[in-house]
Structure formats: C-alpha cells, structure tokens
C-alpha cells in the first residue's frame, strides 16, 4: 500500500510539473506572440508616425532669415537705415549659480534695472524653464562693444557663468533725420510707420530654409543638407529726399519750434515737375535707434505732413483764384468794397475787420480778402467750385470724406468736409479755406500743379528699387500726373501770387535774387467741444514756390499754435519768414541761378 501511495504522489507531482510547463510555455508563447504582433505593428501600421516623430529627434528644419534692404537717400550715397551685427543674450538657468550676482554684474553691462534681471532668472527657474533670452522693454539686440564686455567679465570670475550670446542682426538709423519718413523696426522687429512699414515687403526680402540630420550635438551628419532653399535678401530703397535739404529744413523747423513756442510744426520740400519729396519735416519727432525712450504714437508717433488735417485756411484760396481764373470769373482790375459781405444770416469778415476800402480783386488777392475770395466763389457756383477742388485732388467737399493722394507712406489723412449739397454759407466758407479740414500734403501737390503749369502728380518718397547682390537699378519710379488745368491759367496765378509775396500778406518771404510766389494761412482752430473756435489759438501756414518764372522747389511751411512776445503771430509774420529761410537754403542745394547777380551778395 506504501508503494502505490508513494506511485500516486509522484504520477501527480510529474502532472503539476507538466502543468506548470506547459503553462509557462503558454505564457511565453503569449509573450512572443505578442512582442512579434508589437513589432510587426511598429514596422507596418505605425512606422510612418514613428518615423515622423524620430525625424523631429534628428531632422532639422532651419529657417534661414534673408537680410533686409537699406534705405538710401536720393544719392545714393548716404543710408538712412541699414543692417549691423547684434547680439542676443540668453541664459542657461541651470548654470547660474548665484541670480543675484549675476543680475548685479549683467545690469551695469545691458543698462537694465538688476532687480528685472533677478527676477526674470528665479521667476524662470521655478516655472521649470531651463534657458531664456535675456529680453526687456527696448533692451533685446545689443552692438559688439557690449557683447565684448560681457565676454571679457566671463573670462575674469564666474558671475556670469550660464550666460551666452547669440549673433543676429540689428537695423541702425541714421539718427532723427527723417525719422518720420523713414520709420523703425521694434524690438519685435515689426516695421512701424515710413518707409520701413509701407515698403516692408520689398524690404523684408523671401526667408529660406535649410533641412538636414544631425547628431544629438546638433552637427550636420551629411556633408550637404538634404534640402535647401537660399534667402531672397530684401532690396535697397533710394528714396527721393536730398540729405542737404532735409538737414537745413530740420534745422529751420527747430529753431522756430523754439523761438515761437509752437505745439507742433511741420515742413515739406517738393519738386513741383516730378512730385518728389525733397524734405519731410516734423516737429516733434523721435530717435529710431531708440524708440523705447524717444518714441511716443500720440505725442510724436504721428507723421503730421500726411496724417494731420485742419483748416488751411487763406492758403487754400489759390484753389478758388485757378478755378475762377480758368473759368473766366476774375476781373483783376473790378473793385468791390472790402471789410465784410452779409451771407444769408451771417456776416463774414475780412481778418483786417475795417477792410480797405473799394479796392480791385487783383489788391484783394495780395491782401489776402476774405471778401474777395467769397465773391469769387458765388461767381464760380457750388457746382463748379466744388468740381474744381476735387480736380486738385481734395476730393469732392459735399461728401463727408475726402481723397488721398497716394503718397507712399503709411495713414494719410484724407480730409474732413461736409456731407450734401452746401449751403450759401458753406460756400462762402470753402472758397476762403475755412469749414473744411485738409492735410499739408494734399496742399504741396495742388500747389505744384500751379507751379508746374497745370498737372498734378503723385507725391511719392521712393525713387529707385535696386537689387543688393548684383548691385544694379532694378527700378525707377517716374512721375504720375495729369493735367487738371491750362498752363496760360497757372501762369496768371502763378504772376498773382508773386505780387502776394511782393507787396502782400506774404512780403516776409521774399528772397533777393529770386523771384518767390506764394499765399500766407492763418486758420483759427476749431473747438473739439463745440461749435465755434478756440479763442488766440491758430496754425499758421505758408506755401509758395520759386523762381516764379519757372518753379524748381514748393515749400509748405505750418506751426500750430505759435506765441510770439508782440502777440503777432500770423501766417504773414511767423511762417513765411521761416518758409524764405528754407527756399533760400534749397535753391542754393539745387543749384537754381538767380534773377539777378547783382542781389547775390545778399544771399550768403
């Protein structure tokens, strides 16, 4: 009985044994089935999202930044902005030993506040960050003579241990020249106002980029990328505007901000043949190369010369004076009484309230007569006067907005008028300037087509496009106008408005050695709580060209709200000396002979 128990106990350990084999071989049969089903799946079903997700490990896709164009002025001789080597700081955050230290000695270098730097490198620690670009409000790109500084305070102790620089690329301005026409890139590098907005796609140039595999050190494993696509670098601008004149108009501008004690100011120089702008002026104006401390969009963000609208004005009258001319309307030598005219409920006045008297319309010109101009717009009708404001680019003054030029800068004005047909009264007021709101610029190529005999163009600052790798002129801009007017009519305007300058309102600009036409403006400013207008405050204005035989130049001069210590502070008396100082300065760049030697001396 023994034996077989014994029997019995081993048949039965031999069958647990079989069946802890087979299951074991069971298991690991599962096991393999399973890893090969594993593989099979990552080989077939899921190897192209592996792929893709192992290509991220060790495929680069390197975007190449092409280098912008430069701006040149119209000479080509100088730059007005243009690219230099920078560098960008950044931070290993595991590699800073000590924060504060660090901050200490990196604020003195990067002219940053050391308490931002220290709390940028802690805050960016416990966010679990590992590295950082060491960028503040207007403090991101920095020249060689700071990243040489930062290298040489590594090289002495370990304080900044963790902190390296990139190399990159930084625009560089050539100061407040221009600023407004020229505009800036932010620490965002985004083109903002000038040039640099409005032509930033030619400036911009095309982004490449360059594919390759690389090892876990980020070195190129082929000795050619698999792909690559070179950068388009973007194209070199040469802009219409002459660096002399412009200097001497900055110049001008800034002397009578200071003497008159003006709010703002603004000045343009344009060719009148080719509607090229040779100088653009405003006051106050800002520094490119540092626009987080110099740059404000609502104190002198704004580019005044073509944003700015406000009434002209008497400057507006050589508008209603052509239209009259050419329509056979003004009789230079009929007298009508001067002083005022009853219009509807209303009286208008002359700005001398006492007039001068029966004086002829030709006198009532160089006095610059309200009077006069009224009349002349009566004569003329609505429909007529209206049609001759919208020929000179204004835009038609019975719809509530007017039209741009298409000047090659970023929002213009475009002026504010009336909406529906004018009343008698708002007649009356558009035929002296006054009721509607313009910009300077709309004015400078209305005046050119006068000075140019009869066409008006298109103000533009850009002059060429040329392309930087081969260094040859892609590009030249030309002029774009049409005739809007006879030239026999220019010419009577033209001879009027000498007579202005001669022995009228405009006497303080008339320059020896040249003969100067042009039209003072003292335009009282509208009340922006109300009707009516702000009691002593005015933009006073003048616009004129020279030689009035044959214009070479158009200066527009304005300054809002100028103070002067005897109170008189006209168009006449404020900027039609400061426009003589600005023609005389251009005529001489330009090279224009004068009427006559003998007045030469008086010119130096």
């Given at each position: 009985m023994f034996e077989v128990a014994v029997l019995t106990m081993a048949a039965s350990r031999i069958r647990r044994n079989k069946e802890r084999t087979f299951l074991i071989g069971m298991i690991i049969t599962f096991c393999l089935v399973i890893l090969i089903f594993r593989l099979f799946w990552l080989q077939t079903v899921a190897s192209n999202e592996l792929n893709t997700e192992a290509q991220k490990n060790w495929i680069v896709n390197k975007v190449l930044t092409p280098k912008r164009g430069s701006i040149y002025e119209r000479t080509k001789k100088q730059k007005l902005a243009w690219e230099v080597d920078a560098y960008v700081f950044g931070a290993e955050l595991e590699q800073v030993k000590d924060p504060k230290k660090t901050a200490e000695v990196l604020a003195s270098i990067l002219k940053v506040p050391k308490q931002q730097i220290e709390h940028k490198l802690t805050s960016e620690r416990k966010k679990g960050r590992k590295s950082i670009e060491l960028r503040f409000p207007g403090k991101y790109k920095y020249p060689e003579s700071v990243f040489q500084q930062v290298k040489k305070r590594k090289e002495q102790d370990d304080a900044l241990d963790g902190i390296y620089a990139f190399p990159t690329k930084k625009r560089a301005y050539i100061g407040k020249l221009a600023a407004h026409v020229v505009g800036f890139l932010n620490s965002e590098d985004y083109p903002v106002g000038g040039v640099e907005a409005y032509y930033d796609r030619l400036l911009r140039g095309k982004s490449g980029n360059k594919v390759y595999k690389k090892?876990?050190?980020?070195?190129?494993?082929?000795?050619?990328?698999?792909?690559?696509?070179?950068?388009?670098?973007g194209k070199d601008l040469v802009l219409t505007i002459d660096l002399k004149i412009q200097k001497q108009v900055e110049k001008e501008l800034e002397q009578a901000m200071k003497l008159y004690k003006a709010k703002g100011g603004t000045a343009i120089v344009a060719d009148p043949k080719t509607g090229e702008i040779l100088a653009l002026v405003n006051r106050p104006t800002f520094d490119p190369n540092d626009p987080a401390k110099t740059y404000d969009s609502k104190k002198?963000?704004?580019?005044?010369?073509?944003?700015?609208?406000?009434?002209?004005?008497?400057?507006?009258?050589?508008?209603?004076?052509?239209?009259?001319?050419e329509e056979g309307k003004f009789q230079p030598d009929a007298v009508f009484q001067s002083g005022?005219?009853?219009?509807?409920?209303?009286?208008?006045?002359?700005?001398?309230?006492?007039?001068?008297?029966?004086?002829t319309y030709r006198e009532g010109v160089e006095l610059s007569s309200n009077v006069a101009f009224v009349r002349l717009g009566q004569m003329l009708g609505q429909k007529k006067l209206v049609s001759y404001i919208n020929r000179f680019g204004f835009g038609d003054v019975t719809k509530r907005f007017g039209k741009k030029t298409g000047i090659d800068l970023p929002a213009?004005?475009?002026?504010?008028?009336?909406?529906?047909?004018?009343?008698?009264?708002?007649?009356a007021a558009v035929s002296f300037g006054q009721g509607?709101?313009?910009?300077?610029?709309?004015?400078?190529?209305?005046?050119?087509?006068?000075?140019?005999?009869?066409?008006?163009?298109?103000?533009?600052?850009?002059?060429?496009?040329?392309n930087p790798e081969t260094k040859k002129r892609e590009k030249?801009?030309?002029?774009?106008?049409?005739?809007i007017i006879?030239?026999?009519t220019t010419k009577?305007?033209?001879?009027?408005?000498?007579?202005?300058?001669?022995?009228?309102?405009?006497?303080?600009?008339?320059?020896?050695?040249?003969?100067?036409?042009?039209?003072?403006?003292?335009?009282q400013k509208p009340n922006p709580n109300g009707p009516g207008y702000l009691k002593d405050k005015y933009v006073v204005s003048f616009i004129g060209f020279a030689p009035t035989e044959n214009p070479e130049v158009v200066v527009y001069i304005a300054l809002d709200e100028p103070s002067s210590s005897t109170g008189d502070v006209t168009g006449g008396t404020v900027a039609a000396p400061l426009a003589k100082e600005v023609m005389k300065k251009t005529l001489q760049i330009r090279e224009v002979n004068k009427r006559d030697q003998r007045d030469s001396q008086l010119l130096k």
């Open positions: 090892t876990k050190d980020g070195i190129m494993v082929d000795d050619e990328p698999q792909k690559f696509s070179p950068p388009v670098d002198n963000g704004h580019n005044l010369a073509v944003e700015s609208q406000f009434e002209p004005g008497s400057t507006f009258k050589i508008i209603t004076l052509a239209a009259a001319i005022k005219i009853q219009v509807e409920d209303q009286i208008i006045r002359d700005w001398n309230v006492n007039g001068w008297g029966k004086i213009e004005g475009r002026g504010y008028y009336f909406k529906g047909t004018l009343y008698p009264t708002e007649l509607i709101s313009v910009t300077p610029i709309q004015q400078v190529a209305a005046v050119c087509a006068i000075a140019n005999g009869g066409i008006l163009y298109k103000p533009h600052v850009l002059k060429e496009i040329w030249v801009i030309k002029p774009q106008g049409k005739r006879s030239s026999s009577k305007v033209r001879d009027l408005l000498r007579d202005v300058v001669k022995k009228g309102t405009g006497s303080n600009a008339d320059l020896p050695g040249y003969h100067v036409a042009g039209k003072t403006g003292t335009a």
